[in-house]
């Protein structure tokens, strides 16, 4: 975990030197390529010694699956190739070398370049093979239409902004990125045509790397001071269990699981940082003119901290494996999408059997609570001081109900996972089960504007705005429209 951290920090300062010394008005693309994938290899190397050669053989045999297989079925290969190599190191660290350990392993960068590597070969695959009318809009934003050379995959998997903690980003924005492209904005003239500017200066990521490396400072201090005094294992104390009452009970597990996030929150938002540090995230303006540098944020504290359903916590966690399980599984899945993709996102995050049963318990959760939504939620919008009450009782609700899926997810095993939720008499399992046979569940057609509740929000605005608004540079304040500007950026740029 130190070495970790110290390569996160030295990360941070090669961020601010490429950015300067080697900024893409000064350099080629390909010497940034090959700055940024040596200084990732170093990095991986001093953090996780000779284990950091599985990263290059992952990469190296997925490339040569992708040249020699041809774009028609490489997708598939190098799906199933990049998460099979994934799972066997996971078996081999997880029940040969150290069960139940929470300090950093090489697992979980591969975990990134497992994305990396399934994304671009969904995205040449959709560019290079299938018909332009044939993919939805995100799809055709996203499509590679060449085939990387090695040093850009390399960089891409393997660069050192995001090699120990990612977050995923797309291809195209990486490499839109490393060229010198991402602050060419798209400006709609009157008479409908666009007309493609470039930024005079490019804008300065200063005040937005200091403000998340302050929460990274917050959330590390909340992490070291508060957490370990409200273990997660403590919901399963048999004192606990035998003295406390179920308001109490039902509180400390609220308390200990919310408690349990900071350690995310500094990673991810380091991570972040560490990406904007080299200039790389940038995402427009705001109505207001002020700079946004979360296009490849991976969470957003607030709504997590006040989400008031289950489905607006998934769409801010973790957003950017959000958006891999839906562009490789969820929008190409040919039945029960909700369902495959929770399983995927089990089979990712590793073998332990506390994933599964959280995952198994987290569809179970989003049916219900999309049933409930459906066939309640307007009896309580129309009053403002209801619609105030609703939110708050929906917010308690949203908080046990994802503070109880997540426990087995922390405890790992299913001894623990199994008391916890016994000493709970597996009540809200027996609720969503009780909601689903009393609500009618509502059937979706994939590609309709209301998907499943896996489904990120910004996807729906996609399908209704992409037509009408192509090209055009989004300029709303509203947090959610992420993915429709990134179509709208791309539409201009040459491949």
């Not at 996203?142 to 291809?171: D, K, T």
């Amino acid at each position: 975990q130190v070495n970790f951290v110290v390569c996160q920090l030295f990360a941070l300062l090669a961020a601010v030197w490429f950015r300067t010394y080697l900024h893409s008005s000064k350099t080629s693309p390909f010497i940034r390529h090959v700055v940024a994938t040596l200084l990732g290899l170093y990095l991986a190397l001093f953090c996780f010694g000779w284990y950091a050669l599985h990263f290059v053989i992952q990469s190296g045999i997925s490339y040569y699956i992708m040249i020699i297989i041809g774009v028609e079925n490489m997708h598939k290969y190098c799906f199933v190739f990049a998460l099979g190599y994934l799972t066997v190191c996971q078996i081999t660290r997880v029940y040969i070398f150290d069960y139940g350990q929470y300090s950093a392993d090489f697992s979980g960068p591969m975990m990134i370049i497992t994305q990396k590597i399934t994304s671009l070969a969904f995205e040449i695959h959709d560019g290079m093979f299938r018909k332009n009318e044939d993919l939805t809009p995100s799809q055709r934003c996203l499509a590679v239409r060449r085939m990387p050379s090695l040093l850009e995959y390399l960089s891409y998997n393997c660069n050192f902004m995001g090699i120990l903690a990612g977050p995923l980003c797309s291809y195209k924005d990486y490499i839109t990125f490393i060229e010198g492209r991402s602050y060419q904005l798209q400006q709609s003239e009157a008479n409908g045509k666009e007309d493609t500017k470039y930024e005079q200066t490019d804008p300065s990521p200063n005040v937005a790397v200091a403000q998340k490396l302050l929460i990274c400072g917050l959330s590390l201090l909340f992490h070291m001071t508060i957490t370990k005094t409200l273990p997660v294992e403590y919901n399963i104390d048999d004192n606990f269990r035998a003295t406390a009452s179920w308001p109490v009970r039902f509180f400390y597990l609220y308390v200990s699981l919310m408690a349990a996030r900071p350690k995310y929150y500094f990673a991810w938002t380091l991570a972040d940082a560490i990406n904007n540090a080299a200039g790389f995230g940038f995402r427009g303006y705001d109505k207001n003119g002020v700079t946004r540098w979360d296009l490849i944020s991976n969470l957003r504290i607030q709504q997590i901290e006040f989400s008031t359903s289950f489905k607006m916590f998934l769409d801010n966690w973790n957003i950017q494996t959000a958006l891999w399980l839906k562009r490789v599984c969820y929008e190409r899945a040919t039945f029960s999408p909700t369902i495959q993709t929770f399983i995927l996102s089990a089979i990712w995050h590793g073998v332990y059997p506390g994933y599964y049963l959280t995952f198994l318990t987290g569809v179970l959760m989003t049916l219900a609570a999309r049933a409930i939504r459906n066939n309640i939620r307007h009896y309580f919008v129309e009053s403002p001081p209801v619609k105030l009450c609703y939110d708050i009782v929906t917010w308690m609700a949203t908080q046990a109900a994802i503070s109880y899926t997540v426990v087995p997810f922390v405890l790992l095993s299913v001894k623990p996972s199994l008391t916890f939720y016994s000493s709970c008499y597996f009540c809200l399992h027996i609720a969503s089960i009780l909601v689903l046979l009393v609500f009618p569940l509502k059937r979706t057609q994939k590609g309709s504007k209301k998907h499943e509740s896996v489904q990120p929000v910004w996807s729906r605005k996609l399908e209704e705005e992409s037509l009408l608004q192509k090209n055009s540079y989004s300029t709303t304040n509203n947090s959610f429209s992420q993915k429709q500007e990134i179509t709208c950026r791309y539409q201009a740029l040459k491949q």
